[in-house]
């Protein structure tokens, strides 16, 4: 497919033009006008790109773009100037999709750790843009805090790194804010949820959550942060018969 067309698809998928943003949302680097074969990936990193190479991909689509944040001077020096130079190198484009990739309903971060966790989804919350990047769910009946904790070990296999209880043992409306999304928590509150489910937390959050009579479970900025790109890579092979593949490198933070 040519590289053109392939970005035209992935804009009209996540529409990152609704989303205020830290980064760049879409192409990155053009290194090459076609697109034969992707690896997907959380985060941009050294390792992503020797998946990509040993692959045969000529086109990587991660979360995180890391060197391409907004405020990095993008000089191409130094570790950031290497990568530039093994992309180019190798043929390989690079998109980076961030909030857009929380957001979206049906292959977002926080709609799919909802089904994940059994949860219907009922609205959005915590709006950058004309988006919203975190998602409401409830379950049909009131789940306990032993039964919240289950589905979100069942959601996220290597376990969380957090559960805070502070709050009722009816839970039923649950906050998820992929990453560190712990900042909706205010909003969660006063759109009456009885818990939230995020990334990573600072360290005032636990005080914050036990002042507010909350519950909240963290389960890592990255575990929260592999499903959208693991269901972009299946949406691109499905839909543009392209071969696509999820590269998972895991990190504890």
């Known amino acids: 497919m040519e590289l053109s067309e392939f970005s035209a698809w992935l804009n009209e998928l996540l529409t990152p033009q609704f989303f205020n943003d830290y980064c760049n949302n879409g192409l990155c680097v053009e290194a090459s006008d076609q697109v034969t ?63 857009p990739l929380d957001g979206h309903r049906g292959i977002g971060n926080n709609a799919l750790i909802a089904k994940a966790m059994g949860l219907n989804v009922v609205q959005g919350f915590m709006q950058e843009g004309e988006g919203t990047v975190g998602v409401i769910g409830e379950w049909d009946s009131p789940a306990t805090q032993v039964e919240f904790l289950e589905s979100a070990n069942i959601a996220f296999p290597l376990g969380v790194q957090n559960k805070l209880f502070y709050g009722s043992d009816r839970i ?25 489910v995020t990334g990573e937390i600072k360290e005032a959050v636990p005080i914050l959550v036990e002042e507010a009579k909350f519950n909240l479970i963290s389960a890592g900025h990255y575990r929260t942060e592999v499903f959208g790109v693991r269901a972009l890579a299946q949406k691109i092979a499905e839909n543009l018969q392209i071969s696509a593949k999820f590269v998972d490198l895991d990190n504890p933070v």
Do not use: Q
């Not at 086109?59 to 100037?81: A, S």
């Not at 909706?184 to 009885?194: F, I, P």
């Open 37 to 99: 074969k992707v690896v997907t990936g959380v985060d941009f990193r050294d390792r992503l790109i020797d998946a990509a190479i040993e692959e045969g991909a000529d086109c990587i689509i991660v979360h995180h773009p890391n060197g391409f944040w907004k405020g990095e001077d993008r000089i191409l020096t130094g570790k950031f100037g290497e990568r530039m130079r093994r992309l180019m190198k190798h043929g390989i484009s690079l998109y980076g999709f961030h909030l």
């Open 172 to 196: 039923k409306r649950v906050a998820i804010c992929s990453g560190s999304g712990a900042s909706g928590m205010d909003e969660a509150l006063a759109l009456g949820c009885d818990a939230f």
